[in-house]
């Protein structure tokens, strides 16, 4: 059901051999047996796992030289938990169209906290979302990750590196109350780095939840779904950025795209465990290679996430063998050209008026602030949103923040000074980032919402 196109397209078999060649996966749990008792689920909330791999020399010391540089002293606590899996934090982010009461109790009974606020409107959609069938509770194996594969070859291009500057005033912005709009979408954390229990794909049937990295939900955050928008994921496996917008609002269109075959398979499960059928009118999934989209449904899509494939930091410092880091890094210098052509592509998609969010789950400068002013340059009718009073201030409790300034306003070699008070207001951004910190464990994740002009 999951599997029907909106777009049809002819991907060569060059681009899906580069698709298919990465894995960003960040581990898989051991099979879980189905549990009739929620006690015995208790049992199984556990410590994350030690990591059993070292790390690739290569890429940790193209690492070291590149964030030194443009995180300065923010490296070194990031490059701490980069390397330690067992201190990485994952966020349940619940299933309204599944009944999960017994969830949300058993998630508040072990410590964990919501990581958005209540509002009247989710509390009625979780007791609106028990009466929706086949969702019955299932447990097994089953990889879940907020994590990017990289995708098709770039050519090389010249774009200089931002340095990232302003640290945030944690204490400051702590006091500040959170200041979402009304959202049904809920997502649990806890501040140790407990690991619940996965969910095993049962056709038809629906998940619970799903596990993610927190800061993967900032993106759809930011990209603000509201009922009745047609919405394109453009990189959309394996699916946990889609889930999230359904469980947000209920667009008029969700398209779901994914060209390499194997991936968009897992794009299809993913959205089959957690959308009822009823859903599958609005939920589609599309073939198209992401960087035509933009001739094909130009001024069409009123919200446009660009999840772009990236150089993963946290799964790319974990490569297996010498050669496959080297090979890795090479492709990291290519991947800035396809990620300023998807985006691109989406600018050209999307309505006058409508919003384009690009995200990457990488640290790196050139992959993030650079391909967003890249792309700035050549759509002078569009114009980067400031999201430090919507996203940085309420959220500065969870995550580590930090803002990204246009080119000409950098320091060649800034300190990572607190930014607080009216300058936030006036200071222009190309986007924020979220950076791994002990205790605060999400990340990497940079996102940048850019306007098109009315």
């Known amino acids: 059901m999951w599997k029907k196109m909106c777009v049809k397209h002819k991907t060569t078999p060059k681009y899906l051999r580069w698709l298919s060649s990465f894995s960003c996966r960040s581990g898989s749990d051991a099979a879980l047996r189905q549990d009739k008792q929620t006690g015995s689920l208790k049992n199984k909330i556990r410590k994350t796992g030690k990591s059993k791999r070292l790390p690739c020399p290569a890429v940790l010391e193209h690492f070291d030289r590149q964030y030194s540089e443009e995180l300065g002293d923010l490296w070194a606590p990031a490059r701490a938990v980069l390397l330690d899996q067992a201190s990485w934090q994952y966020g349940v982010m619940l299933n309204r169209f599944s009944s999960v009461t017994n969830i949300t109790q058993i998630l508040l009974s072990q410590g964990f906290s919501s990581l958005l606020p209540q509002t009247d409107a989710s509390e009625q959609l979780r007791n609106d979302a028990s009466t929706v069938p086949n969702s019955t509770h299932q447990k097994g194996k089953d990889t879940l990750s907020p994590h990017f594969f990289p995708k098709c070859p770039p050519e090389a291009i010249g774009l200089q590196p931002y340095i990232t500057s302003h640290a945030i005033s944690q204490a400051h912005q702590s006091e500040l109350p959170l200041n979402f709009p009304h959202s049904s979408l809920q997502c649990y954390i806890h501040p140790d780095p407990l690991r619940f229990p996965s969910q095993a794909h049962r056709p038809g049937q629906l998940k619970q939840y799903y596990l993610l990295n927190a800061a993967s939900l900032l993106p759809v955050l930011a990209l603000q779904v509201r009922d009745g928008d047609k919405v394109l994921d453009l990189c959309s496996a394996p699916g946990g950025k889609a889930v999230a917008i359904m469980q947000s609002a209920t667009p008029a269109l969700l398209c779901c795209n994914e060209p390499d075959p194997h991936r968009r398979d897992w794009l299809s499960?993913?959205?089959?465990?957690?959308?009822?059928?009823?859903?599958?009118?609005?939920?589609?999934?599309?073939?198209?290679?992401?960087?035509?989209?933009?001739?094909?449904?130009?001024?069409?899509?009123?919200?446009?996430?660009?999840?772009?494939?990236?150089?993963?930091?946290?799964?790319?410092?974990?490569?297996?063998?010498?050669?496959?880091?080297?090979?890795?890094?090479?492709?990291?210098?290519?991947?800035p050209v396809l990620q300023t052509q998807l985006l691109k592509s989406a600018i050209s998609a999307v309505r006058p008026g409508g919003v384009v969010v690009y995200s990457t789950c990488t640290l790196s400068s050139l992959e993030n602030c650079a391909v967003v002013e890249a792309v700035l340059n050549d759509f002078p009718d569009t114009e980067v949103e400031n999201l430090w009073e919507e996203i940085v201030l309420p959220l500065s409790k969870y995550f580590t923040f930090i803002s990204l300034p246009v080119h000409k306003q950098i320091d060649p070699k800034p300190s990572l000074r607190p930014l607080i008070g009216s300058v936030s207001s006036s200071y222009h951004r190309l986007g924020i980032l979220v950076v791994p910190h002990p205790g605060k464990t999400w990340g990497p994740m940079f996102l940048s919402r850019i306007r098109k002009k009315g």
């Open 269 to 335: 499960k993913t959205l089959e465990s957690f959308l009822p059928p009823s859903l599958s009118s609005r939920v589609m999934v599309s073939a198209q290679d992401g960087r035509s989209v933009g001739q094909s449904e130009a001024g069409f899509y009123d919200k446009i996430l660009v999840d772009s494939p990236c150089s993963n930091d946290r799964s790319w410092l974990q490569s297996s063998y010498r050669h496959q880091g080297q090979q890795r890094l090479e492709d990291r210098a290519r991947l």
